[in-house]
């Protein structure tokens, strides 16, 4: 660069303003609109053109949903509502319909009389998917006539045409996610199948069939119960404490409420609320007229009907909500979100909407069924108990770490640096993995807990016992935030910004982190809510040809280390020989090559294991969210509970997927 070049680089003036035009701003900044451009992303592309379906569900025009992954990659989704309009729009004076898809924030849920309520990312989505794609087609059926148009990365491809008459109705939109913005463009029928489920679990008028052309799999779901069956779904491996869900419908200030729920025989609280089919994982004013009318209504009864005595035992909002699983839903014409992941409700006045609903249904509900109301202050009772001694446990483990001057466990390899936002915490299996990764640290910020053996199965246990347990305990104290529900959780103390689980890749490390998720799950949810907690993911196999050494993390990047380095041999046979380095700890040797698989991570010397899995720069951590927190409580319940014949369902399902099983 020249140095009038640098001058006129430094300068700041009209010209160094930027207007990119239609589209461009979503393809600049892609994971602003669809928040990232990794698997995540790629599936919210599908949930943004079903939400338009959706929404034409709310307003009563439409009551089936077909989405198709097809042959060549692209996905269809088609319903059978009114139709995306296509005749002149009056300002723009194009077609509407090249409006709707060109333009971001261009739709009809604004003016709240086209749709009273609507999800998604309200006027952009459909735009943002257009733009996204390498190519995109819309087929309109609406007033006895078919429409149809072409799009290249956001761009008509001509004008809409008019394809002929018909008798169907409805909106047919099929894309293909653009190679330039996301690296992997490999839709999963069963992430799809998450969200769809819940969707119909949530519309229960609506059926939605979910199609893999590539290997002819296909899924329909329609729930007539709705809320009822989706927490019937949700508690499949929990024995119940009622036989039906209670179900609380009812409108009032235009807002329409919707619960379900029912008490198992569980410790945990497990309630997922939902706006206008958004999942709410923060919460919210919903959440908390829900909570409110709750606690106040089974207080009341269990005063009035002799239940519980004064000046004994208090029951509290938490002790009535043990054993409980819930799914609320309400829609709200004008939602105002907030919180971290502007996933939580803010509308002050939906509180009192939710609070008396169900405060008045639940009330009648109680004095007409009160064999199911005497077992329900039962149980919130012995939860009290419960917590009491919980409490206590809790009050001796800060007293024992007040009397220690350092108040950490012993075996902690604790990091130099104090500032939590730059500090991380790697949980270790075994001491011999854990000397490996305390060499080959970086002792500036990082951190390491040996665990010996797997903790408690906290599915099984309530907080006092859990608190009883060694390998806990060091955790609890070593994080320094405190243990229970979130408001007992005090985000301020935590030591660490990062917790990263790091296990041997064979059956005994899957289910180590199995019980340290299942912890952070039900004991420790705000660091997983507040993205703290990670799985480290160690690699698989070491590659090495004279001083090359190349380390691959699953199968298919071992096949593509071993055909660069096997450039020029073309026999298929020969590659198939080192592929069968399978088993852990197995060593094969083929044209120079050697080829080995991990047995565990206190087999890899500190070098190694700081460049492949503990280097910030080279690294792949994974981090736990709560995207599917209705999914992930099932199957923590199915893998962790009682409850022997749903995991033997789940296996039997899932081995398929299973490849090199270490037994």
């Known amino acids: 660069m020249t140095k009038e070049q640098e001058v006129e680089a430094r300068q700041y003036s009209e010209t160094s303003i930027k207007v990119l035009e239609g589209l461009e701003a979503v393809r600049k900044r892609p994971a602003?609109?669809?928040?990232?451009?990794?698997?995540?992303?790629?599936?919210?592309?599908?949930?943004?053109?079903?939400?338009?379906?959706?929404?034409?569900?709310?307003a009563g025009f439409c009551d089936t949903i077909t989405v198709a992954i097809n042959m060549d990659g692209s996905v269809t989704v088609e319903d059978n509502g009114r139709g995306?309009?296509?005749?002149p729009h009056p300002v723009k004076k194009i077609s509407t319909l090249e409006v709707?898809?060109?333009?971001?924030?261009?739709?009809?849920?604004?003016?709240?009389?086209?749709?009273?309520?609507?999800?998604?990312?309200?006027?952009?989505?459909?735009?943002?998917?257009?733009?996204?794609?390498?190519?995109?087609?819309?087929?309109?059926?609406?007033?006895?006539?078919q429409y149809k148009q072409r799009y290249h990365r956001g761009v008509p491809q001509g004008p809409v045409e008019t394809l002929g008459k018909t008798k169907k109705s409805g909106t047919l939109t099929t894309f293909y996610p653009d190679v330039e913005i996301f690296k992997n463009i490999d839709f999963r029928f069963e992430v799809l199948e998450e969200r769809l489920r819940e969707l119909a679990y949530l519309n229960k008028s609506i059926s939605i069939t979910l199609r893999d052309e590539r290997n002819q799999e296909e899924e329909v779901f329609h729930f007539k119960g709705g809320l009822r069956d989706f927490v019937e779904y949700i508690d499949a491996a929990r024995e119940s404490m009622i036989k039906k869900p209670i179900y609380i419908e009812g409108e009032r200030d235009g807002t329409p409420v919707e619960l379900a729920?029912?008490?198992?025989?569980?410790?945990?609280?497990?309630?997922?609320?939902?706006?206008?089919?958004?999942?709410?994982?923060?919460?919210?004013?919903?959440?908390?007229g829900l909570k409110t009318a709750l606690t106040r209504v089974l207080n009341n009864y269990a005063y009035k009907n002799g239940l519980a005595k004064e000046g004994k035992t208090t029951i509290s909002g938490d002790d009535f909500r043990e054993g409980l699983t819930a799914v609320l839903s309400v829609k709200v014409a004008e939602p105002q979100f907030e919180g971290q992941t502007k996933t939580k409700l803010g509308n002050s006045e939906t509180k009192s909407v939710v609070e008396t609903i169900i405060g008045e249904q639940l009330s009648l509900y109680?004095?007409?069924?009160?064999?199911?109301?005497?077992?329900?202050?039962?149980?919130?009772?012995?939860?009290?108990?419960?917590?009491?001694?919980?409490?206590?446990?809790?009050?001796?483990?800060?007293r024992k770490n007040a009397l220690d001057s350092l108040s950490l466990p012993g075996k902690l390899a604790d990091c130099s640096i104090t500032d939590p936002e730059h500090c991380e915490i790697y949980l270790v299996e075994g001491d011999s993995a854990g000397g490996s990764a305390k060499q080959g640290r970086d002792r500036r910020f990082q951190a390491i807990l040996p665990l010996?053996?797997?903790?408690?199965?906290?599915?099984?246990?309530?907080?006092?016992?859990?608190?009883?347990?060694?390998?806990?305990n060091a955790m609890v104290s070593a994080f320094g935030a405190g243990i229970g529900h979130d408001e007992d959780i005090d985000l301020t103390s935590l030591r660490y910004g990062k917790i990263i689980i790091m296990t041997d890749a064979d059956v005994d490390g899957s289910h180590i982190r199995t019980l340290l998720l299942t912890f952070f799950f039900r004991y420790m949810k705000a660091l997983i809510e507040n993205g703290h907690v990670f799985i480290a993911q160690p690699p698989l196999y070491k590659i090495k040809k004279g001083k090359v050494e190349r380390y691959a993390f699953d199968d298919d990047e071992r096949d593509d280390i071993l055909k660069v380095l096997r450039a020029g041999k073309s026999d298929p046979a020969d590659l198939e020989d080192l592929e069968e380095a399978a088993e852990p700890g197995l060593v094969l040797k083929k044209d120079g090559i050697t080829l080995s698989r991990f047995k565990g991570l206190g087999e890899m010397n500190p070098d190694q294991l700081w460049e492949t899995t503990m280097n910030p720069e080279t690294r792949t951590l994974l981090r736990v969210t709560m995207e599917n927190a209705a999914e992930a409580d099932r199957l923590f319940q199915i893998l962790m509970g009682d409850a022997v014949e749903p995991r033997r369902q789940f296996i039997e399902r899932n081995a398929k997927y299973v490849r090199n099983l270490d037994v």
């Open 32 to 58: 602003m609109y669809i928040g990232d451009i990794s698997v995540r992303g790629l599936h919210h592309l599908v949930n943004e053109v079903v939400d338009n379906s959706i929404d034409e569900a709310l």
């Open 84 to 87: 995306i309009p296509t005749g």
């Open 100 to 145: 709707v898809m060109c333009t971001l924030h261009a739709g009809g849920k604004f003016d709240k009389q086209t749709y009273q309520v609507s999800g998604g990312l309200h006027g952009v989505g459909v735009s943002v998917v257009n733009a996204l794609s390498e190519w995109c087609e819309v087929v309109v059926s609406r007033d006895g006539m």
């Open 261 to 288: 729920f029912q008490y198992n025989d569980s410790y945990s609280e497990n309630i997922f609320t939902y706006v206008n089919n958004i999942h709410t994982i923060e919460g919210g004013t919903h959440l908390v």
């Open 366 to 398: 109680l004095e007409q069924n009160p064999s199911v109301a005497k077992r329900v202050i039962e149980k919130a009772l012995r939860a009290a108990e419960a917590r009491e001694a919980a409490r206590r446990a809790r009050d001796l483990t800060r």
């Open 452 to 472: 010996r053996g797997k903790i408690l199965n906290v599915e099984k246990a309530r907080l006092h016992k859990v608190l009883e347990n060694t390998e806990i």
